[in-house]
């Protein structure tokens, strides 16, 4: 899957010092569900404000953290407001605890009927961007509703079994021993769901590579490239190395694995996923869209393009992608798709079959891509691949390829995928 962040930091970067924090659950917990429902709480929280485009935006960041534990959580509201007027101080902003006060006091009267008035909005109530909902609804239009919903639900935790090592139902009885409940999922054959989320370090044999953290649409990639002995893989676009990890766990031995990414430190996190699973590839810094800058010149029997997207698919893991995201980032990604997958498209052995996948869910990043592709590319086809029902539960068949919708009868994430082949030689 893509970075979600788009030309500055995201909650992940944020949360990234917590890492071994004891404290790591709470600050996450309060930190994505502020930015979850960001939108309906500042829409509720606006009429209180007699100038709102004057509030330094750490205090507005401070407005709406507050009102969301007075919404949502358990803490008692007085107690709240006193620590927010606290916070002030320790932002720097010891001016604003006057006002902080008058208006988070006015929020716990009054917010069932400021929450109601702002919940008039579909695109409020959902705390969404208006232009999101707009393009989901051109795209989805029966299928919106369910999907606003799902975005704003906290995602199971599903886990990969590595199956050259455990079966998944032998790991799940790994689990049991742990105190944990865990079900196998069955469509996908090395996906475990939990019941209830937990720190990866708790997990047994997390540590020795066994499982990994990995949505079950995510674990389709592997089975829909179909590598075969001999065979010499390509990962594009490589990070964070969830994708990678899985074909290498299920690749045959005599097969070949080369993962790509253009950015330094995001190859290191590819690495290191693969020293913890104990698995080995070919990593290389480079950029698709420039071959030259990595291809040795011998071409791929098959190859992943997980292009980078709007992410809008995994908005239910990364609430940040409703405030990061813009209308206008969608025209740049599917020009930034097309050119990777051209140039991927041309490292393509003759016969060799390529698998295109986005976490996204509209069509711009999705099957018109793939058909830009078809147009441009006289050599490309479109692949034989599972039909949507036999592929995932509630899966769709589209124009091109088969998407997935979060929180479906299968309950994954939004993922796209299309596969393609090469008839010739061709350029």
Same mark, same amino acid.
Request: hydrophobic share 40%; proline share 6%; glycine share 12%.
């Given at each position: 899957m893509a970075s979600i962040a788009f030309g500055g930091s995201s909650s992940e970067d944020a949360l990234r010092p917590y890492e071994e924090a004891r404290e790591r659950a709470a600050v996450k917990a309060i930190t994505l569900g502020s930015i979850r429902w960001f939108l309906r709480l500042a829409s509720a929280l606006e009429p209180l404000l007699s100038r709102p485009q004057t509030l330094a935006e750490e205090v507005r960041a401070l407005l709406v953290v507050s009102a969301h534990q007075i919404e949502y959580s358990?803490? #008692?509201p007085q107690a709240? #407001?006193? +620590?927010a007027v606290d916070a002030t101080r320790l932002l720097k902003h010891a001016r604003a605890s006057s006002l902080l006060n008058a208006v988070l006091r006015r929020f716990v009267a009054e917010r069932v009927g400021l929450l109601e008035h702002a919940d008039r909005s579909l695109e409020t109530r959902t705390a969404h961007p208006s232009w999101l909902v707009q393009s989901l609804r051109r795209s989805w239009p029966a299928e919106l509703e369910q999907i606003l919903e799902a975005n704003? #639900?906290?995602p199971p935790l599903v886990l990969r079994v590595d199956l050259s090592r455990r079966s998944a139902a032998d790991y799940v009885g790994e689990l049991a021993g742990a105190g944990l409940?865990?079900?196998?999922m069955g469509w996908t054959p090395a996906a475990v769901w939990l019941e209830r989320p937990v720190s990866v370090h708790t997990l047994p044999l997390f540590r020795e590579g066994v499982v990994s953290v990995q949505d079950a649409g995510a674990q389709l990639a592997a089975g829909l490239l179909d590598v075969q002995p001999g065979m010499r893989v390509l990962d594009a676009c490589a990070? $964070? =190395?969830?994708k990678t990890g899985h074909l290498a766990e299920s690749a045959p031995e005599a097969s070949e694995l080369v993962a790509v990414e253009v950015d330094e430190?995001?190859?290191g996190r590819v690495r290191e996923n693969l020293e913890r699973l104990r698995r080995r590839a070919t990593l290389l810094r480079g950029d698709l869209r420039? $071959? +030259?800058?990595?291809?040795? =010149?011998?071409p791929f029997e098959r190859i992943l393009v997980d292009a980078p997207c709007s992410s809008t698919g995994v908005i239910r893991r990364h609430p940040d992608i409703k405030l990061l995201r813009r209308s206008s980032d969608i025209p740049q990604f599917a020009a930034t798709q097309l050119e990777i997958l051209r140039g991927a498209f041309r490292l393509l052995a003759p016969g060799g079959r390529l698998v295109y996948s986005t976490c996204s869910l509209l069509p711009e990043e999705n099957e018109e891509v793939v058909s830009r592709l078809l147009i441009a590319e006289s050599s490309a086809r479109v692949a034989l691949m599972p039909a949507a029902d036999r592929l995932a539960p509630g899966a769709t068949a589209r124009p091109v390829g088969i998407q997935l919708l979060p929180g479906?009868? +299968? +309950?994954t994430d939004g993922f796209y995928y299309a596969c393609l082949e090469k008839t010739t030689a061709g350029t």
């Open positions: 358990r803490n #008692v709240t #407001v006193h +620590a704003n #639900v906290h409940q865990g079900h196998a990070a $964070p =190395g969830g430190a995001r190859l420039e $071959p +030259a800058t990595f291809w040795d =010149g011998r479906a009868q +299968a +309950a």
